[in-house]
């Protein structure tokens, strides 16, 4: 079983700063079945990053995600009001092949 | 714009079955896309409860497979979940969610909640 640990647990942070999320897999994984996710208050999770590093659909290019084998990690350049948030990294595979979620990174306003 | 949409009982007494429907708009769900559950407990993060395709294959989450079924109703296009002998453990937001690949999900619904009390 793949575990996903997020790091930090919260991050406070004041906007226009930049946000490095990490998320680190249990054992080496291929990076392009790794996602992110943010979920604001009340509302259901929105897919920013997809296969790693490819954004989705209507996500701004301040987002980016990066990384390969067990580190992985979602930035965002310059943190804009909207963007406080819990973001969750989740992967899929393994065997039998399961979709699992990292336990989140809250950016708070600092 | 691809909407899902949630409903279902939102209190089940403990060691009942949970079901829930999902109504999918503007796309088939035999559309070759996949389509699952995810859950989240109050104040806590996210799991993944199974998947259908084409409204045959299915994949479920290994801790839950014994409890799970998902199933899938071309006609209404909807999808369904059941979950059996539930316990308080198994109050959570409910989100049917869908995507083309299996390995994340673009659509998700705005969520329901189920409360197992009795």
């Known amino acids: 079983e793949i575990v996903l640990t997020q790091s930090p647990g919260t991050l406070s942070l004041s906007p226009g700063e930049r946000a490095t999320l990490s998320c680190r897999a249990s054992q080496s994984v291929t990076s392009s079945y790794i996602a992110w996710y943010q979920q604001k208050p009340g509302q259901a999770p929105r897919l920013l990053i997809y296969a790693s590093s490819s954004r989705a659909a209507g996500i701004p290019d301040r987002f980016s995600g990066s990384g390969s084998g067990t580190d992985f990690t979602l930035t965002i350049s310059r943190l804009e009001p909207e963007d406080f948030a819990v973001y969750y990294c989740q992967h899929y595979g393994g065997s039998p092949p399961t979709l699992t979620f990292g336990g989140g990174t809250k950016v708070e306003i600092k | 714009q691809v909407q899902l949409q949630e409903s279902g009982p939102g209190l089940v007494k403990p060691s009942e079955t949970l079901s829930l429907t999902c109504t999918v708009s503007?796309?088939?769900?035999?559309?070759?896309?996949?389509w699952g559950w995810i859950r989240q407990p109050p104040g806590k993060g996210l799991e993944w409860i199974g998947s259908?395709?084409?409204?045959?294959?299915?994949q479920y989450n290994p801790s839950l497979k014994s409890r799970v079924t998902i199933s899938g109703d071309t006609s209404k296009n909807q999808f369904s979940l059941r979950v059996s002998s539930v316990t308080a453990a198994d109050t959570a937001v409910y989100y049917c969610?869908?995507?083309?690949?299996?390995?994340?999900?673009?659509?998700w619904g705005q969520g329901t909640l189920v409360t197992v009390s009795s």
């Open positions: 503007r796309l088939s769900i035999n559309s070759g896309h996949y």
């Open positions: 259908i395709y084409n409204s045959g294959t299915t």
């Open positions: 969610v869908g995507d083309s690949r299996i390995t994340w999900y673009y659509y």
